[in-house]
Every structure is written in structure tokens, then in C-alpha cells.
């Protein structure tokens, strides 16, 4: 019997949005109220309107002198000055043929319809100022509202909060914000032949990293992680970790176990305790990835992701795969980041018939170096690179040739401009 063809990433994308979108319309998101002082990161979950404007009155951009541009005939003019207004104070009216001393922030006195700079400005007599430049209606002076008005939707459900958003929430008042629970995501790894750092490496064993760098990775994407350990090489012992992991998780997440040798039992176990969407894809590093459900005790499902066991494939695999996934389960679109066409400071002359992805950095001059040992074992190229450039099947580089460069830290969290897909 012929091999199953490999399924393009295009048509993975187009599947998992579409299986992460059944899911959550049968499991709705939940929400919470929290201080929006502790916010950062999270997806709010209804708009946030104002109940205020912002800035409250009419204030003052500079510090500076308040004054009616009718008292002045022109540069020279001086006037008296009749208060002080420093932020945080609220003056008495101007009156005619005066001035007031204003400092940045303080409102603007009523009957004032102008801010000279005080770098605009000279000493005269004793309480007198006097105006050096020309002086226009309405300068110097940030119009009540005219940052926030009163019941405009400030912050729209479905935005990842970023300081600016905390900042934006705190300047009309919003004290608490109501956010979508975090995504609650299982990592399991699995191997007999891996130790934990720290303990003696027998002969044959390895050092487990996937199982740092996953959980890492579950951090940065903003989700909660939780780290289930090791999945011995049995199968009855993977199913059982995978019922347990189902069990209050909204994503499982392995590592190998996923090809077809002797020793794989998570196809099988994933078979036995729910279901597959699809398996093996056309793309390198990463063909053996895994993607379904398994059941719970309930008849709800947590979705699981089973990622390859090399380290490479397994980092790539979670950047292209679970990332945008794990999104849509914490509140947010499905979004796939758009990549940046950069100039090629490589050659590329082996290419794959499969869609591949490899490490890369940026130069000074804004072009992409390759890092020289691209295997998927070596997981310092993925430490030392900032980004992956997305080669096409039969896809060959010289130097100078464009390229598709994707940024990691985009990868892990992508920015408003990236490309949403809909269903």
C-alpha cells in the first residue's frame, strides 16, 4: 500500500482554525475580573468604554503663561500676572489684561484661549511678564476629550493588553478589567532515555530538554502551563498520562513518541482515548507531528498536539502549530503572522521536497545569516537565531536572493498587523 501523502502546512492551518473554532464554540471561553494593574498580557474580554473624557478640562501642554490673545497687540506686550495654576489646581477666572502662571497639566482658567511658553516669555516689573513672539489662538492648549471622549469604546474585546492598553484603561479610571481565563495547557515529554538536569546521565541517556523549552515557550505565549513530567515508552502508561492530562486542560502538548517505530505509543494511545484529525505533514523539521483529542471523564474533549521528539521539531512545529491554537483557546483570533521579505546573506543548494524552515539571523544590515549546523537535533541554532526563513519545496538561495523571513518573537506573539484568517 502507498504511503499517505504528507499534508501541506497551508492545509494544517486551514484544519486546526477550523478544529479550534468547534471547540471553543462548544466549550465558551471563560472570563474573570482582575486588577488591571496586573493585566499585562492577558485578552480582554468585552470593550472597555470610558465613563470620562480625557483630559477631563482643557489644560495646559507647557509651562508656561495663560493668557486671551486679545490682550496682546504683538510681540513686547506685557500684562500682569494675576495666579499661579499647577497641576492638580483648578484657577478662578482670567481677568481681562491678565495672566496666569500655568504649569504642564493644569487646567486651562476659564477665559483663557491661549499657553505662551515660558521660553516665549521675559521678566518685566516686578509682576509682569512680557511676551516675546507672536502668540495664536488656541496654542500650547490639549482640548478637553480630545485624547478619549466620554463613552467611546477604548479598547475593543479580543486585544492582548500591552502597557500602552494597561495605560489606556488606567487613564479612564478602570480599576479592573474583565479578561479571558488563561489557556491552560498540559506539557508532557516522553522517553526513557531522558534525565532531568541535575541528575547523574547514565550511558544511553540524554538530558530532557524539550520538556524546558516547551513549558517556555506555553510561558512567553502567555498561557498556563503546567508540567506533567515524563511518559515512560509504554502504552498503557501514555494513555493513562493523556486522560490525566485531559482532566482541567484546555491543550495537551507532547513531545516524541509521534513517528511510527516500536517504541511511538501516542498515535495509538490518542486513538484509544479519543481521536485524530490528522498526521504527518509536509514540512521540515517536523513531519511527524500529531493532531486530535482526548476524551474526558464528562464526554468533553481537551485538544492534544503532538509534537516530534527531535528539539528542532519540536520548537518549529510549536511556533507554526500550537501557537496559534493556544491563542484562540485564551480569547484571542486566529492569526498567522506575515513574514518579512529580507535579503539572503546564504546559499541554500540542498533543497527538500518538503516545505522546510530554517534558523536564521539578522545581520547589521538587515540581512539573513544562516547558522551553519541546520539539523534537527541541534537546538543551539534555535537558541542562536532570531527567526526562521520559510524555504519552498525545491526552493534553492543565493546570496542576495529574496526571502521570507519570520521573527520569532512575532511567531510568539503576533503583532495587530498580521494577517487573520477567517473561517
Known amino acids: 500500500m502507498a504511503p499517505k501523502p504528507l499534508m501541506p502546512l497551508d492545509e ?9 473554532a468547534q471547540h471553543v464554540a462548544s466549550n465558551p471561553l471563560s472570563l474573570e475580573q482582575i486588577d488591571s494593574f496586573d493585566a499585562l498580557g492577558r485578552v480582554l474580554a468585552q470593550d472597555l468604554v470610558s465613563s470620562v473624557a480625557v483630559p477631563p478640562l482643557d489644560n495646559s501642554a507647557m509651562d508656561g503663561y495663560a493668557v486671551r490673545v ?8 506685557v500684562l500682569p500676572m494675576s ?5 492638580g489646581q483648578v484657577g478662578a477666572l482670567l481677568a481681562p489684561g491678565t495672566c496666569a502662571r500655568i504649569f504642564t497639566g493644569a487646567p486651562v482658567p476659564a477665559g483663557a484661549d491661549a499657553v505662551v511658553m515660558q521660553e516665549h516669555t521675559e521678566a518685566a ?5 512680557r511676551f516675546t513672539e507672536p502668540v495664536r489662538l488656541g496654542q500650547n492648549i490639549r482640548r478637553a476629550g480630545e485624547d478619549i471622549q466620554s463613552a467611546q469604546t477604548v479598547l475593543s474585546a479580543g486585544v492582548r493588553l500591552t502597557p500602552a492598553a494597561l495605560g489606556v484603561a488606567a487613564s479612564v479610571g478602570a480599576a479592573q478589567v474583565p479578561v479571558y481565563r488563561r489557556a491552560r495547557v498540559a506539557v508532557l515529554t516522553t522517553g526513557n532515555e531522558l534525565v532531568m538536569p541535575g541528575q547523574p ?6 538530558y530532557n530538554s524539550n520538556r524546558h523549552t516547551l513549558r517556555g515557550l506555553v510561558q512567553a505565549c502567555g498561557a498556563q502551563a503546567a508540567d506533567l513530567g515524563v511518559i515512560p515508552d509504554n502504552l498503557e502508561q501514555t494513555r493513562a498520562a493523556l486522560r490525566q492530562a485531559a482532566e482541567g486542560h484546555d491543550l495537551i502538548i507532547t513531545s516524541g513518541g509521534v513517528s511510527v517505530g516500536e517504541e511511538d505509543h501516542l498515535r495509538n494511545a490518542v486513538l484509544a482515548e479519543g481521536g485524530l484529525e490528522f498526521w504527518a505533514l509536509a514540512i521540515k523539521p517536523g513531519k ?9 471523564q464528562d464526554g468533553s474533549k481537551a485538544l492534544y498536539m503532538g509534537l516530534p521528539g527531535n528539539p528542532v521539531a519540536s520548537y518549529v512545529t510549536f511556533l507554526m502549530l500550537v501557537r496559534p491554537v493556544m491563542d484562540v483557546l485564551g480569547g484571542l483570533s486566529w492569526v498567522l503572522p506575515r513574514p518579512i521579505s529580507l535579503k539572503a546573506k546564504f546559499e541554500w543548494s540542498r533543497p527538500d521536497k518538503r516545505r522546510e524552515f530554517v534558523r536564521v ?23 542562536w537565531s ?6 519552498a519545496p525545491q526552493q534553492v538561495v543565493q546570496p542576495g536572493d529574496t526571502v521570507a523571513y519570520w521573527p520569532v518573537a512575532e511567531l510568539m506573539q503576533p503583532a495587530a498587523h498580521a494577517r487573520q484568517e477567517t473561517a
Open 12 to 20: 494544517a492551518w486551514a484544519r486546526l482554525r477550523d478544529m479550534v
Open 70 to 77: 486679545a490682550d496682546l497687540s504683538g510681540p513686547g506686550a
Open 83 to 87: 495666579q499661579r495654576i499647577a497641576a
Open 125 to 129: 516689573d516686578e509682576g509682569q511678564v
Open 201 to 206: 546521565l547514565p550511558a544511553g541517556a540524554i
Open 288 to 296: 511527524p507531528f500529531v493532531c486530535g483529542w482526548i476524551r474526558r
Open 361 to 383: 539571523r539578522l545581520d547589521s544590515d538587515m540581512g539573513v545569516m544562516l547558522h551553519p549546523h541546520q539539523g534537527s537535533g541541534v537546538l543551539s541554532s534555535a537558541a
Open 386 to 391: 532570531d527567526g526562521l526563513v520559510d524555504l
